[in-house]
């Protein structure tokens, strides 16, 4: 397994340290460490059922939705235990936003999609306050062109693609640090999907993106770092563009060429 | 098993093909004819319904001439103006003076047999307008219990040849008895009315509805996303949904243990009634509740919890919006239910005889269904008319209520 | 190798690209030996039969640029499949030259006079089986994917280096006291630097042969070993 530590200087944002994710008595994730660091694009990649969208939801907890989950180890947000017994979940998902791969928007209009996050949290004093964090949130977005003037249109309304950058704006205008993304392209079209990857790269820097991808050609286009995960361990973590010409693990190799299952 | 050739499989499919389709056409004649069978058992319903009640919104009325002037009556017009000007005008002699020009226009005979209460009209029409007090006024006033079987054609061959002959004369005819929806009950059929019980009716459903939906809306709410999942939630599911299935006149009983252990001073009032009727409503509305709430996709929980709302938060200003019109079709069910049911109110006590609608909800009250159930085991026939007029009465009432509630849910139903 | 592609196409591309560069190879392997037997012998239908030869050489060239192309575009291909891809492509390159070089070998043939009392002739022999044995060794590294053996290759670029610059004295050394053999010393300049520059090309494949099977480039394996 590769050293990770070696391999980042920069200063991690996540750290997670001996992970592992139960439902009841089944063991889904097993001993993952890793560091998310704000400067890269994180992916993680494996086949079906590997883990990584359970360990995805481990980052943000919404895996304490499910009934007999259980999570050991260490999740350090910025160095505070995310797991530890004071820790208020509604806060910590205003840090950690997450972008769902089917997209979800509320049935309400855009503009109460984007207002409603910021509003529950307090974080605007004035309605023209509101309306700035929605403006800015819909232009980083890049969905504030094609909305600006239906913003009380129905969130439901919208093409797949506008749904989903919706869905991205909603989960930016509470500001958070990190963006996780389940497998956000997945249901959507190839325009579309270009157009959230370069959304992507534009995010970078500003927040700490994980993406959860079936396609490996969408990880090697979009991230800068790469998890393989399999049978929920991480079999090797490495930079994107190491990973897909030149890996270290053989499982991880048959993954990527196609000789795997 | 060996591949079939092209043809083979044609053929395979070509002779079961006949048998597949007949049995869709059965299917569909099958179906068409249930449909249909029900729409002419409702449209049976409806017309014999109709048909009956018609003539239970007409009464037999005599009209005649009614002159007061000359001060055959003696009062003081501020007293028409005070709290009871029945009471006033009773004093003054109203009925005496009635009775007077009703045997001077119609006969002796045909005058005995004005209905005893008729002079109250007469007392309404003057309070309303105390100008009439010295002109002379037409009245059509109600005819007598008997009178009006001997118009219909029952009862005593002397009263059947009077109103005949009163009939000829113009001066005895059935009208349209508007007041029927402003009186309350009475014994005679000729003078009662529906409106006590319509009032009743209204505030027991009133009372059901502010006890129910709330307290059943929560409990649905509670039970689905916050409680936790044991033995003792499970034992409270069985029991909310066996409750919907007791038969209702076992929570007649629970209320007359209950409630009227407690109140027993309120006994016929709606707000016992209602409280009644909303034990039997509010389990429906939890089991509606909570198939809405449980309907509502994870995703938009997910998307509401993933950008930080609180599970309070989520159920309020997401789950529950989206559950209404289910939570509403429910309350539908359960409030039709609710305003139909006579068993649990008669266990109660609100069968007594109720003469003027209930002042509020402590008053003493009768109710729409259980005024059809006392107004059908009455002797005098008059009253098989106006029992159908107050089914029709009531079955319009549902109509409104169920109207309401549908156009509230298609209201939100839109927004999803 | 592990387990073939899921997608069975895929792997018939590859061994297609394989047996492509395979059969390059060996036509430039006996192309070099019967130019240089032309040269030796004076051979000239021998020497036409390679430079027919180079045609074929060419074309297989084409074959498998549109090959490799074709499987990029279509079945987008990661790790040690890519680095594949990639090195054929170059290797197919190279090979077409090292043809080229062994066609102009084959033309010098019939330039040389006087070969029987032509001393240095006898050396160039020698020089061409190191590069011949260099090209057979590296395309067998090849179909082996074994980089041991292309490490191997490129060590003994070195004899061929060697071997170059004897020549080039021994044929100055010719010419200043036979000027009646410049013209042809001249010409066995030519087809020794022709077989220098072979050897050199072997070594490139060898390189590329290494680096596809182990993803690693030998330049900055020299670099970090100082060797």
């Known amino acids: ?261 | 098993m060996t591949e079939l050739s092209h043809q083979e499989r044609a053929q395979r499919i070509a002779n079961r093909l006949a048998q597949r389709h007949a049995s869709e056409r059965r299917f569909r004649a099958l179906g068409f004819f249930a449909v249909a069978l029900s729409a002419l058992v409702l449209a049976f319903l409806l017309v014999t319904m109709t048909a009956n009640a018609v003539g239970g919104f007409k009464r037999a009325e005599l009209a005649f001439k009614l002159d007061l002037s000359g001060g055959m009556l003696q009062i003081d017009p501020s007293q028409l103006a005070g709290d009871n000007p029945a009471s006033a005008l009773e004093t003054a002699g109203l009925r005496d003076v009635l009775q007077f020009a009703a045997a001077k226009a119609l006969g002796d005979k045909a005058a005995s047999e004005l209905d005893p209460d008729a002079w109250r009209d007469v007392a309404r029409k003057i309070a309303a307008d105390p100008a009439l007090l010295n002109t002379s006024f037409d009245v059509s006033l109600p005819a007598s219990d008997d009178l009006a079987s001997g118009l219909r054609g029952d009862g005593a061959p002397a009263m059947v040849a009077l109103a005949n002959d009163l009939a000829a004369k113009g001066q005895l005819s059935t009208r349209f008895d508007p007041g029927f929806l402003t009186r309350s009950d009475a014994t005679s059929p000729q003078s009662v009315g529906i409106w006590g019980a319509l009032k009743g009716s209204m505030l027991t459903m009133l009372v059901t509805l502010a006890l129910a939906f709330p307290i059943g809306v929560f409990a649905a709410v509670y039970l689905e996303e916050f409680a936790p999942r044991n033995r003792w939630t499970d034992l409270i599911e069985v029991s909310i949904n066996n409750l919907a299935a007791v038969p209702s006149i076992i929570f007649g009983l629970l209320g007359l243990a209950l409630f009227l252990t407690i109140f027993p001073y309120w006994r016929s009032a709606p707000l016992i009634g209602g409280m009644t009727l909303a034990l039997m409503t509010m389990p429906v509305i939890v089991i509606s509740g909570r198939n809405a709430i449980k309907a509502v996709p994870p995703s938009i929980r997910d998307a509401a919890l993933a950008v930080g709302a609180s599970k309070v938060q989520t159920v309020f200003h997401h789950v529950l919006p989206l559950a209404l019109p289910g939570i509403l079709t429910g309350t539908i069910i359960g409030m039709a239910r609710a305003l139909g049911e006579t068993a649990p109110l008669l266990m109660i006590g609100m069968k007594a005889f109720v003469a003027t609608a209930p002042a509020g909800f402590t008053s003493p009250s009768s109710v729409l269904p259980v005024q059809i159930f006392l107004w059908s085991d009455e002797i005098n026939r008059g009253f098989v008319e106006r029992t159908s007029a107050a089914i029709i009465v009531l079955l319009m009432f549902l109509l409104v209520m169920n109207g309401t509630a549908i156009y509230l849910r298609n209201r939100f139903e839109n927004r999803w | 190798m592990s387990q073939e592609h899921t997608v069975k196409a895929f792997d018939e591309e590859i061994t297609k690209l394989r047996g492509l560069i395979a059969e390059m190879g060996g036509l430039a392997e006996v192309s070099l030996a019967e130019a240089m037997e032309a040269l030796v012998k004076g051979n000239l239908d021998l020497a036409d039969s390679v430079i027919a030869r180079d045609k074929k050489i060419d074309s297989l060239e084409a074959e498998v640029d549109r090959l490799a192309v074709r499987i990029i575009a279509l079945r987008a291909p990661m790790a040690d499949d890519l680095r594949e891809v990639i090195a054929a492509l170059k290797i197919a390159g190279v090979v077409e030259r090292i043809g080229d070089y062994s066609k102009n070998i084959a033309k010098s043939a019939n330039k040389i006079e006087q070969r029987k009392k032509f001393e240095p002739l006898t050396l160039v022999p020698a020089m061409a089986d190191v590069a011949r044995g260099m090209v057979h060794d590296v395309l067998t590294a090849y179909a082996a994917r074994d980089p041991h053996l292309a490490k191997a290759v490129i060590e003994r670029d070195d004899m061929v280096d060697a071997f170059y610059e004897s020549l080039f004295r021994n044929l100055v050394s010719h010419m200043m006291e036979n000027p009646a053999t410049i013209s042809s010393a001249a010409q066995l300049l030519f087809v020794a630097r022709n077989i220098e520059r072979i050897g050199d090309h072997a070594t490139n494949v060898a390189e590329m042969v290494y680096y596809a099977a182990t993803g690693e480039y030998l330049t900055d394996r020299e670099d970090k070993t100082g060797a």
């Open chain 1, 1 to 261: 397994m590769t050293n990770f530590h070696d391999l980042d200087p920069v200063e991690a944002r996540i750290a997670a340290r001996g992970v592992s994710v139960y439902y009841g008595d089944k063991r889904a994730i097993d001993n993952v460490s890793i560091d998310i660091s704000d400067e890269y694009v994180t992916a993680f990649i494996g086949p079906s059922g590997c883990g990584k969208s359970t360990f995805l939801r481990a980052l943000n907890r919404m895996n304490d939705t499910i009934l007999g989950a259980r999570v050991e180890g260490e999740i350090k947000l910025d160095g505070e235990d995310i797991y530890k017994s004071g820790m208020d979940v509604v806060q910590l998902r205003a840090r950690v936003g997450m972008v769902f791969q089917k997209p979800n928007p509320f049935p309400k209009s855009i503009y109460e999609n984007v207002a409603y996050g910021p509003r529950i949290h307090g974080l605007s004093t004035s309605k023209a306050e509101l309306d700035e964090i929605v403006e800015r949130s819909l232009k980083r977005a890049g969905l504030w062109e094609e909305v600006k003037d239906r913003l009380t249109e129905s969130g439901t309304a919208l093409s797949g693609g506008q749904q989903q950058r919706l869905c991205i704006a909603r989960a930016i205008a509470v500001e958070p640090e990190v963006i996780l993304m389940d497998e956000p392209c997945s249901a959507l079209d190839p325009i579309a999907t270009a157009k959230i990857e370069e959304l992507i790269a534009e995010l970078r820097g500003r927040y700490a993106i994980v993406i959860v991808t079936h396609s490996m050609q969408q990880a090697a286009r979009v991230s800068q770092r790469t998890a393989f995960f399999h049978l929920g361990k991480m079999v090797e973590y490495g930079k994107t563009s190491e990973i897909f010409t030149n890996p270290r693990e053989e499982r991880t190799k048959d993954y990527i060429t196609g000789r795997y299952g």
